[in-house]
């Protein structure tokens, strides 16, 4: 039984990781701090969890987290940085839902954090928490960065086509046009997020520079094996779950006669959490809600030059906590899919 803690308790990434660990079979949470909430019962605070999760807030310092096998850090960025030497020292493992440890490069990641990395010695080491490209170096880890929402989205929609250096589209004009629900700001009071604004309202954030581009661009050039570059432009819809990321790619020369469907099919025939949807298909971000699962479509308008990519996930799930659930059971030797074969909710 793996022993976890969470440090971030209160937030919709926390509760995401609460609701699926309850029902693991392979873990057993030993902590959740909050030092707001400290001593109130964790089902107090979140109703749905009442009967599934007997345990209560604590403060980081009261918390025996060194005890756990792993730490998830569901907090803001900043925090796990400044924690996670201490738990490594002491043989815990280290999961960080947020940016601590995606950024390779301490200076970009100041540039968008607008903080300094306080341990850059640890980002050679931290892996990149994305599965379906580096699942054996995430067995072998002890200190993970987990992909952001939009990233994994991109990332995964783009995997197939730019794989071991594969030439079949132009790598510096790709476009990512993205959609997230409103829970990707997190728990928070913001006037952009109440209902009377975001509801039946859609529009652009980022368009200058969005903090998950250079994550997106490091990893897409890391899958790539040589420097790619995308243009994102991230979008707030008036929905609670979701992201729906369309991709435009252009196809070169060499790679016109490329069966794309089937590509995309044979690259993802063997991932429980990726689902290449037949041919035409446009899939519905409510077709992901509460999984881990992202679902695919790849068009080719008129059999043209140009592909377009479509990926839906739920951010919370599959873009956050249910990918961060499926790397533990990577790093501990458990079935990858323990914990998250879980149906979508529909409607």
């Known amino acids: ?22 029902g693991h079979g392979g873990a057993r949470i030993e902590a959740v701090t909050s030092r707001k909430e400290a001593g109130m019962k964790v089902a107090e605070m979140f109703p749905s969890l009442r009967g599934r999760v007997d345990i209560a807030f604590s403060t980081p310092e009261e918390a025996r987290l ?87 989205s991109v ?35 913001e006037v952009g997020t109440l209902f009377a604004e975001s509801s039946d309202n859609f529009k652009a954030y980022g368009v200058k520079g969005h903090r998950h581009s250079p994550e997106i661009n490091q990893g897409l050039s890391a899958i790539h094996g040589a420097p790619v570059s995308l243009t994102f432009v991230p979008h707030l819809t008036p929905m609670i779950r979701g992201i729906h990321s369309t991709i435009y790619a252009r196809i070169k020369p060499e790679g016109r006669d490329t069966d794309f469907q089937k590509l995309f099919e044979d690259r993802y025939a063997g991932e429980a959490f990726v689902d290449v949807m037949p041919a035409g298909s446009c899939p519905e971000t409510r077709s992901v809600r509460g999984s881990n699962v992202a679902r695919i479509a790849v068009h080719r308008p ?26 533990m059971n990577l790093m501990f030797g458990l079935p990858e899919t323990q914990g998250l074969d879980v149906v979508p909710l529909l409607p």
């Open 66 to 152: 060194k005890d756990c096998d792993v730490v998830f850090f569901a907090t803001p960025h900043g925090v796990a940085m400044a924690q996670a030497r201490e738990l490594l020292d002491a043989g815990v493992k280290v999961i960080d839902l947020a940016a601590d440890f995606r950024l390779k490069d301490p200076a970009e990641f100041q540039k968008w954090y607008a903080m300094a990395h306080s341990c850059t010695d640890l980002l050679d080491e931290a892996v990149y928490g994305l599965a379906e490209v580096n699942r054996d170096a995430i067995r072998a880890a002890r200190l993970i960065g987990m992909a952001g929402c939009y990233p994994t």
């Open 302 to 327: 008129g059999n043209g030059d140009l592909l377009v990519i479509l990926v839906v996930e739920d951010n919370l799930v599959k873009g956050a906590s249910g990918q961060a659930v499926q790397v």
């Open 155 to 189: 990332q995964l929609g783009l995997l197939p086509l730019l794989e071991n250096g594969l030439q079949l589209i132009e790598t510096d004009t790709l476009i990512a046009d993205c959609k997230s629900g409103v829970s990707g700001a997190g728990r928070k009071a």
């Open 1 to 22: 039984m793996v022993k976890v803690g969470i440090v971030g308790g209160t937030g919709y990434t926390g509760v995401e990781l609460l609701r699926l660990l309850a």
